[in-house]
């Protein structure tokens, strides 16, 4: 779900193909909000920083799998989708193809992490200590 | 009084018009679209959101489009929104320790666990105009920045944690029980408020009201001298229990920015001295926001430590009262609403006072001359 929560709207039409399978929507998409919590200091009293926009949608396909897709934003076609899509990620084996989309998706999002973190550290400060008299 | 004037439909109907088109602007310069504000006015969304009180950059971007950049215009709109929507829960607190850290800086110390990362900052620029951005004069590639060859380590220490751990910081730890957050879009605030309340509030409140309150306290109208322990900005993932599963979902990453201000000591028989802290939390790269925040929140703590509440910054009835500015351009805006029944009211009444000191001057007049003689 995680990956699915990060993932485009475009990505999991892709991991989905054209054919949708047969669902019922036990829960419609629906667009709300979390209020997001922060701790004082970090660590401390909890206090409601504010809320965000989430999007849900719960499913299940004819044979009985339930999916679940709970995601930042507004995007009501990307939690159906996804929702579907981990529903039917719940039927599949662990090697199975959907599941290797899925991964690929994983690898993607931590490829774009790492690249972030790597432009982050080239402004990383080396200092050096002027040394008086030398 | 107020009393309900009717009339003026076909007016406010042709203003709605005029304002579409005046937002519009010339038409032949293109269109600005939502995704371009989102993505080349960053900076403002975050603002809108912070102020607005809602973490959504496509919603903020639409607001400032709509608002043609009034950013408390925009925070009303997303304020306005915000009612609209259910709210599914709170999420789990975030975890700032566990950020995806872009930047991260602290002035206390020179060389710490995880090192001085400067990421996307102007600070060090000379604030001379860039032409090349004006239009038909960009160069042909923008600047790509080299990526090192090694990411940033993943997990570094809040700087305060370093001085906690040799015990000469305040300790934060939750109350007992961990309890759940006031949250004053619920509950009406009362006073004294406590921490939760306070740091809500500046969360949502005026970035320029708390930037003047925060230079306020460093000038002496406050007793403190900050140093900035750490500020980052970074992503940090949102976890949230739905009901209907029992666990934690991650419902995806939102960009934060938190500052920890390190203020001078406090101790008494039992403790001794420590230095004492300032928070400050926003969403997005807000780190002005962030800064102000946290030099007010340790001016509010002032009852905690024993210090009289003698300057604005340090009066949380003060400090709360006017740092929302949809409230705040709320009351102050709606004085050029119609007031004319009270302002007959008024001019009714300085003419009686006229005429009533006008008669008595001439009574005054008719008594003088009998006096004289």
């Known amino acids: ?38 701790r ?14 989430v999007t849900r ?39 199975g193809p959907l599941r290797q989309h899925v991964s690929a998706l994983a690898a993607r999002q931590a490829a774009a992490r790492d690249l972030a973190s790597r432009k982050a550290a080239a402004t990383k400060v080396d200092f050096f200590t002027l040394v008086r008299g030398a | 009084m107020y009393v309900a004037v009717k009339g003026g439909e076909a007016a406010i109907l042709a203003t709605h018009d005029l304002v579409a088109e005046a937002r519009r602007g010339d038409e032949a310069v293109p269109e600005i679209s939502v995704a371009q504000i989102r993505e080349q006015q960053a900076l403002a969304c975050a603002r809108v959101m912070n102020e607005g009180s809602l973490c959504d950059p496509d919603l903020a971007a639409l607001a400032l489009k709509q608002a043609q950049g009034d950013v408390i215009e925009a925070a009303f709109l997303v304020r306005a929104y915000r009612t609209t929507l259910p709210r599914f829960g709170s999420s789990e607190p975030v975890d700032t320790a566990r950020m995806a850290i872009r930047r991260r800086v602290s002035a206390t ?59 000469l910081m305040e300790a934060e730890e939750p109350p007992e029980g961990d309890p759940r957050p006031f949250d004053l879009t619920r509950e009406p605030v009362s006073f004294p408020a406590a921490r939760d309340v306070r740091l809500q509030a500046m969360a949502r409140g005026d970035e320029g009201f708390l930037l003047g309150l925060g230079y306020s306290v460093q000038r002496g109208f406050g007793g403190n001298h900050p140093f900035v322990g750490e500020i980052r900005v970074g992503e940090v993932s949102v976890a949230f229990v739905p009901e209907e599963l029992g666990f934690a979902v991650d419902l995806g990453d939102i960009t934060l920015t938190e500052c920890q201000m390190v203020n001078q000591f406090t ?71 119609p007031h004319y029944v009270d302002f007959q009211g008024e001019l009714e009444l300085i003419r009686r006072i006229r005429r009533e000191r006008e008669a008595r001057r001439a009574a005054d007049d008719d008594a003088v001359p009998e006096a004289a003689e």
């Open chain 1, 1 to 38: 779900m995680a990956v699915l929560a990060r993932a485009s709207r475009s990505e999991i039409e892709a991991v989905l193909g054209a054919d949708l399978p047969a669902h019922d929507l036990l829960k419609a998409p629906e667009t709300g909000t979390v209020m997001v919590e922060g």
């Open chain 1, 40 to 53: 004082a200091g970090g660590a401390g009293r909890r206090f409601n920083l504010g809320e965000a926009t």
């Open chain 1, 57 to 95: 949608c719960v499913v299940r396909l004819a044979d009985g799998a339930m999916g679940f897709a709970y995601a930042l934003g507004r995007d009501g076609r990307k939690a159906r989708l996804a929702a579907i899509l981990d529903a039917r990620l719940q039927q599949e084996a662990e090697t």
């Open chain 2, 109 to 167: 110390y020179k060389d710490l666990p995880g090192g001085q990362v400067l990421g996307p900052t102007y600070d060090y620029t000379h604030r001379l105009f860039d032409f090349a951005l004006m239009e038909g004069d960009r160069p042909e590639q923008p600047a790509k920045p080299l990526p090192a060859s090694d990411g940033l380590d993943q997990t570094m220490p809040r700087v305060p944690d370093i001085l906690g751990a040799e015990g």
């Open chain 2, 267 to 337: 101790g008494s028989k039992e403790v001794a001295p420590q230095f004492t802290r300032g928070y400050g939390l926003a969403f997005g790269h807000a780190e002005r926001k962030a800064m102000s925040m946290s030099l007010v929140d340790r001016a509010l703590k002032c009852r905690d430590f024993g210090e009289a509440a003698t300057y604005p910054a340090q009066q949380d009835e003060f400090v709360l009262y006017h740092a929302d500015n949809v409230e705040a351009a709320g009351f102050v805006e709606h004085l050029k609403l």
